[in-house]
């Protein structure tokens, strides 16, 4: 029977070494909570050895959407896996969470032990960056449903907050903006950057119209930004009232889900200037600028909001853990 499912394009063996090769890696990832162990049926989790006393549970799921074609093209899978822990582990941050764990889903129409593998391990990085344990997960080799050489992902994060950090807490007009410098395009509006890009002939494997330094595709590739380890420390602080991942929407879209009905955000264009890489996509695309923040990050990867009186000190604590913040503007009445 198993040559026979064989023959229809599914190798269970290869499946079966597939889990054999990332184990240690998932291994690697084990925190307090969980061993993160493959092979059982579901990922376990004990949250009295995480040291929470009366924890909300927050969980998070998303892709990477089609950044994945540039892999694809380019033959560079290492980094997409961060780009998949990001786009969660972000979300979860946003209530205020710590990510505990992840599993992930990779599907493919034929399963390429060499490429998995590096995809698996680009999640293990993202989860060490994350501090959360990979638990678990699921690889689906179905025949027939993508196009040779490439796969899809999805991906699941549990997090915990004590019920009294659940973020956002009140707003209030006047509290200011700190924005956190993204590494890049993240994980949202590459359906446009690759059709600017085809349109006006920047193929990926050659030199960035904006950064000689490093091809296109490289650029693109670098994975979204994981915030977890330099922001969560602040968001005990009660005058830390919002952290907003900056995703498909933008600055105009995502900082309003924090407000309230009555509040908006105020943002100070000379704060706001483009990284070369949006520069780019502004021209080559003949793009406006409300388009834009609509589209991309526009060089801002999350936004925390917080007190006036609280902004010197995030300022210091963001950048003694490597991140570029400043402040873009401040909340209002509306």
Same mark, same amino acid.
């Given at each position: 029977?198993?040559?026979?499912?064989?023959?229809?394009?599914?190798?269970?063996?290869?499946?079966?070494?597939?889990?054999?090769?990332?184990?240690?890696?998932?291994?690697?990832?084990?925190?307090?909570?969980?061993?993160?162990?493959?092979?059982?049926?579901?990922?376990?989790?004990?949250?009295?050895?995480?040291?929470?006393?009366? +924890?909300?549970?927050?969980?998070?799921?998303?892709?990477?959407?089609?950044?994945?074609?540039?892999?694809?093209?380019?033959?560079?899978?290492?980094?997409?896996?961060?780009?998949?822990?990001?786009?969660?582990?972000?979300?979860?941050?946003?209530?205020?969470?710590?990510?505990?764990?992840?599993?992930?889903?990779?599907?493919?129409?034929?399963?390429?032990?060499?490429?998995?593998?590096?995809?698996?391990?680009?999640?293990?990085?993202?989860?060490?960056?994350?501090?959360?344990?990979?638990?678990?997960? @699921?690889?689906?080799?179905?025949?027939?449903?993508?196009?040779?050489?490439?796969?899809?992902?999805?991906?699941?994060?549990?997090?915990?907050?004590?019920?009294?950090?659940?973020?956002?807490?009140?707003?209030?007009?006047?509290?200011?903006?700190?924005?956190?410098?993204?590494?890049?395009?993240?994980?949202?509006?590459?359906?446009?950057?690759?059709?600017?890009?085809? @349109?006006?002939?920047?193929?990926? @494997?050659? +030199?960035? +119209?904006?950064?000689?330094?490093?091809?296109? =595709?490289?650029?693109?590739?670098?994975?979204?930004?994981?915030?977890?380890?330099?922001?969560?420390?602040?968001?005990?602080?009660?005058?830390?009232?919002?952290?907003?991942?900056?995703?498909?929407?933008?600055?105009?879209?995502?900082?309003?889900?924090?407000?309230?009905?009555?509040?908006?955000?105020?943002?100070?264009?000379?704060?706001?200037?483009?990284?070369?890489?949006?520069?780019? #996509?502004?021209?080559?695309?003949?793009?406006?600028?409300?388009?834009?923040?609509?589209?991309?990050?526009? =060089?801002?990867?999350?936004? #925390?909001?917080?007190?006036?009186?609280?902004?010197?000190?995030?300022?210091?604590? #963001?950048?003694?853990?490597?991140?570029?913040?400043?402040?873009?503007?401040?909340?209002?009445?509306?």
């Amino acid at each position: 029977m198993s040559d026979a499912y064989k023959k229809s394009g599914v190798d269970i063996d290869a499946g079966d070494r597939l889990v054999s090769a990332i184990g240690p890696i998932a291994k690697a990832t084990a925190r307090p909570g969980a061993d993160a162990a493959l092979g059982g049926f579901g990922g376990l989790f004990d949250l009295k050895a995480a040291g929470f006393s009366d +924890p909300i549970l927050v969980s998070g799921t998303d892709g990477v959407g089609t950044k994945l074609k540039i892999a694809f093209e380019t033959g560079r899978h290492d980094t997409i896996g961060i780009d998949l822990v990001a786009m969660c582990v972000n979300d979860v941050l946003a209530q205020g969470a710590e990510p505990l764990f992840f599993l992930d889903y990779f599907a493919t129409g034929k399963l390429n032990e060499k490429v998995a593998a590096s995809v698996v391990a680009g999640i293990a990085d993202g989860c060490r960056l994350a501090g959360c344990a990979l638990v678990g997960g @699921e690889t689906a080799e179905m025949p027939g449903m993508y196009p040779p050489g490439e796969y899809d992902l999805a991906g699941f994060c549990v997090g915990a907050v004590e019920r009294e950090n659940i973020l956002p807490r009140p707003i209030a007009a006047g509290d200011q903006m700190i924005g956190l410098a993204s590494s890049g395009a993240h994980s949202n509006g590459y359906s446009l950057i690759r059709k600017i890009a085809a @349109e006006c002939g920047a193929a990926f @494997e050659n +030199p960035a +119209p904006f950064d000689a330094a490093t091809t296109l =595709g490289g650029a693109l590739l670098e994975p979204t930004r994981i915030y977890v380890k330099s922001v969560l420390p602040l968001l005990t602080d009660p005058q830390i009232k919002a952290f907003a991942h900056i995703t498909g929407g933008g600055l105009a879209d995502n900082v309003p889900r924090v407000l309230g009905d009555n509040l908006a955000p105020n943002f100070d264009d000379n704060a706001l200037m483009l990284p070369p890489l949006f520069q780019w #996509l502004r021209d080559a695309g003949a793009l406006g600028s409300a388009e834009m923040r609509r589209t991309f990050n526009c =060089g801002i990867g999350g936004v #925390l909001v917080c007190a006036p009186g609280a902004v010197d000190a995030s300022l210091a604590a #963001l950048s003694k853990c490597g991140e570029t913040a400043r402040v873009i503007g401040e909340i209002v009445e509306q």
